[in-house]
């Protein structure tokens, strides 16, 4: 069995950064947006999250239908460069078949030794930033330690329980998976909306887009992790002014690659991370709830809280 | 700053097997207990989460607070020998403060080098069997292979949305943190939930007990990660009666430590996994939830889904 | 890049298991070779590496050329499944480009998550054993801990300066490379000793094959790793009674593949290291000194001392 | 049992950092100095290492005494924050005791998850440099990829086989060990060479101060890992001048901490390393050769090809 990883994405940002003028549209060192919630804040757009959006967004639970969104990890899932995947599992203290004690205990443990960023994941607020600044103002140099980050690690999302909103832009564009280099802009967000019957997006909400780019892997991994359709950088910033807490897709960047005319490398993952504070929900298996037309749901996550982790491995729960 | 890890465990487990008769309980090879759900069946208990149960339960919600059960895993956490976990953080592409493309993309990323039974964990019904066989009669050799379990890996766990009921068994036996060596068996378990109002422990449930065990980590790591107080062979068959989905506590075994006289080295993990397809839980964080009394939530967990892993480090949200 | 691992061992395994008799030729548990060093010993063969022997070898430079015959290692170096590799280059503390005191100190550091069998290697002698029982009696259960051995790790091997006596077998049978399933045995060893003016393999000698088979590496890497030619079980038993102390070659194995009729699963390697005593040196590039004609030389090597390592990635160096 | 990581050596750096005026006589990025081998030079001074000078020193064979002088390397070792070491030991396809083919095969495998830079070590001419300018003016942004260094990595050292002279500073300084603090200069070098009737130091020749410091670990392994005696700012400078080929000691730095005044953070490594080319031998066990008087012996080390790695873990052989 051949392990599928994908090496193209270097090649898409030479592309892009040929393509641009260096330092075009860039912001020096220290020219950052601070944090409408404030210089310690951490959190970002889930200060949204309150408990009376918790408690309304409970009241979406009307079938108890339960929906896992997250796909599986391992060797073979297709992965950006040079990130890789390998679990071991082992019995300790069981060489030659051993049992412990008198119900002869015999266990198994595992051991990770890989890439958090391989399959579904939450990108935490340290992980894009412009010219070395993050959210908040927050310096490379003063919070990356090669054992961790010291600010902005996934230990400190809070519980994530609020409203999730499916927009099915395989079916709004009539292409199952929509095609790559298709960008999700206002028109196409409000276009899928209006043909969902979704009256608005709204502070603290999830929403979550469905291109049915993940039936790709396994199949064509190539094509699935070098482009993909996504959110463009003005639907980035139209869904910022919503207030959203985060943004998903059941792609591997969310965002629309090639990028725009125009785009710098990887600026969805910038606008929403570092400059808005909103987090990004990579590979997020939405196809059964588009089948069910589950549009509205309860979503809830509660990332591993590994300290000082960028990134996390997830598997939401949305309850329809 | 000195890494805490606990190698105590190995001392526990010799008592217990100089204490026990070897093979006294102990099963043949070959001598299991066939799932109720079939021969099939790798999800146990989560059977008894149907819709029904999962929209139940929702009703619990009223107040919108959400909890984060998940307690940190880092290098400092206290393990149980020879686990280990280090996490690494860089910044492919990025030697010497390099940016990409135009708007100067800048990015952090993460790689985990850990043993997956640390911090909070669900522990899949892989993980202990009795004499090498493991829920329903699968044996180590034909699924516990070293670069995954072919069966009952942690993948397979469906989405879980139900009913969590906390029992303070601190409150209920009047010290905070409890003893170690105090078995929680049907009395206390019993008593517990009296005291507390909370009528019945049903089908499909997740039981998670409080004992105040958490607040030793970086106090006294010796103490917390070598003994314990916890589920006792009775308790565990009570709940096991009650069909109850999953057992979890604020503890690194969830099972009372030292064993009970006549019992067998982690014997109450056999009898839930191994024998009752129920899951454990282990380091769940619900001092706050015993601070506001609540008691009965809404309990989501989705386990990151690495194909083949035989636990997962999670962080469930509970919602009142 | 695709990574050439080669996961066609466990193909040959099954072939082998279902040629053979199970229990045909195997010995139980118990029934084992105590070694002629006696009852501690844990160097094997290497004993007959004396100050006597290593100077007399050193008497074989006479031109002062130094061979390295390491080939490299990395992910794509095909391996036996499901051995994989992975190096990761960080610069702690350098986040931004920043460098450290007055004369600007910067710095790269290095992590490997990496299986050691992989590229040149030493196979230690608590790597291959028959039913559990290694070298010198050694029982699994009591040494192979899941964090290391506790007897015949490779910490233990001696400083290695012996002679090396190079074999072309690809020379002798007029194939560069030697088909695959060619076995190696008396009448082959002596005929290519004959050939190249060697008059006998000496107690404490490194032998080492060329076949030519390390140049199907990157061109076609299925082949290299699922096939070989190599020593066959007579040609193991002829070499260990003339008390060599390694045996290797340019082969991934050593040991012919597919194993001969009626031979065990990978039986050389059993023969060699746990009946014998003698190490064994896998991937090891001789084409230079084939070309060179260097057929006797002297031999240095020191394992990287990992406590509890069953192997070493190595990179002996031989002059002439 | 309590893993003595040593995480003392940031305050060194920062106490460093606070001494001297930043940029006092750092260089800026592109002011370096090109190798005296050419512009694509990626081997240093172990160009010297001629055959000549293998074959002349492979004369210092008299007695056939081979040293090993490398140290373990495990999870206990102190080592430079934050870099960790763990090894694991498995039994694939084993699980339950089961054996494989008609003789029984079963084997023990390993895998390490650990820093390279952990026990005994040489430094590779990437490992260190001046404001992200390395050896022959490579800079970081070209060739420190986060999978490996595209140039300067330890595949590329050639086979070493040259003169070893072990400088017995304890015995000339009276102090075994050495006090932490002791500057190696021109003039202990000189007196040391003088005591042990040593004529001088050649072009090639691997230079190894004895100190008796590893004696401390286990012991002191704080006091081991956060200062040690060592070379000079104007010891490596005089070492530079002679032409070795590397330079080595008995501690995990090679040299004095804390630095002399006035020095750089390291200052030693970038002398050594970057502007001339010369490797790093860290932790060479040379107690032995010490009490034998070895002061001139043949030495032979070849480094783990792990391509694009930084430094390698090792085990010398010096040989009477």
Redesign the interface.
């Known amino acids: 069995?051949?392990?599928r990883?994908i090496?193209l994405a270097?090649m898409i940002?030479a592309t892009?950064?040929m393509a641009?003028?260096?330092?075009?549209?860039?912001?020096a060192?220290g020219v950052c947006t601070p944090s409408k919630f404030g210089a310690k804040d951490q959190v970002g757009n889930l200060n949204y999250?309150?408990?009376?959006?918790?408690?309304?967004a409970?009241k979406l639970?009307?079938?108890?239908?339960?929906?896992?969104?997250?796909?599986?990890?391992?060797?073979n899932t297709p992965a950006y460069a040079?990130?890789?995947f390998?679990?071991?599992?082992?019995?300790?203290?069981q060489?030659?078949?051993?049992?412990?004690?008198?119900?002869?205990?015999?266990?198994?443990?595992?051991?990770?030794?890989?890439?958090?960023?391989i399959?579904?994941q939450i990108d935490g607020l340290?992980?894009?930033?412009?010219?070395?600044v993050y959210y908040n103002c927050n310096?490379?140099?003063e919070f990356?330690?090669?054992?961790?980050?010291t600010k902005l690690g996934i230990?400190n999302v809070?519980?994530?329980?609020t409203r999730a909103v499916v927009l099915d832009m395989a079916g709004y564009l009539g292409a199952d998976p929509v095609k790559e280099g298709t960008a999700f802009n206002k028109a196409e967000i409000e276009g899928a909306m209006k043909k969902q019957g979704i009256k608005a997006i709204e502070k603290g909400d999830v929403v979550l887009f469905y291109t049915g780019w993940l039936k790709l892997i396994g199949k064509d991994d190539k094509r699935y992790g070098s482009v993909e359709p996504g959110v463009g950088v003005e639907g980035a910033k139209y869904l910022a002014s919503l207030g959203v807490a985060a943004v998903g897709a059941d792609t591997w960047a969310v965002e629309v690659l090639p990028g725009e005319k125009g785009?710098?490398?990887?600026?969805v993952?910038?606008i929403l991370l570092a400059t808005n504070g909103i987090y990004i929900l990579e590979n997020m298996n939405t196809e059964e709830m588009v089948k069910d037309k589950a549009w509205e749901s309860?979503f809830?996550?509660?990332?591993?809280?590994?300290?000082?982790?960028?990134?996390?491995?997830?598997?939401?729960?949305a309850?329809k």
Do not use: C
């Not at 390998?86 to 203290?93: F, I, T």
């Not at 809830?300 to 729960?317: D, H, M």
């Open positions: 069995m051949k392990r990883s090496r270097h940002l892009i950064t641009g003028l260096p330092g075009g549209t860039g912001r060192d999250v309150t408990p009376a959006k918790t408690l309304a409970s639970i009307t079938k108890g239908k339960a929906y896992r969104l997250g796909i599986e990890t391992n060797h040079p990130r890789t390998n679990l071991m599992v082992v019995q300790p203290g060489a030659q078949g051993v049992t412990i004690g008198p119900t002869k205990l015999t266990y198994n443990d595992d051991i990770i030794n890989g890439w958090v960023g399959g579904s340290g992980h894009v930033g412009v010219d070395n310096k490379a140099s990356a330690k090669v054992d961790g980050l230990e809070p519980a994530i329980a785009a710098g490398a990887f600026e993952h910038q309860f809830t996550l509660g990332p591993s809280r590994i300290t000082g982790a960028v990134q996390a491995i997830i598997n939401p729960i309850i």
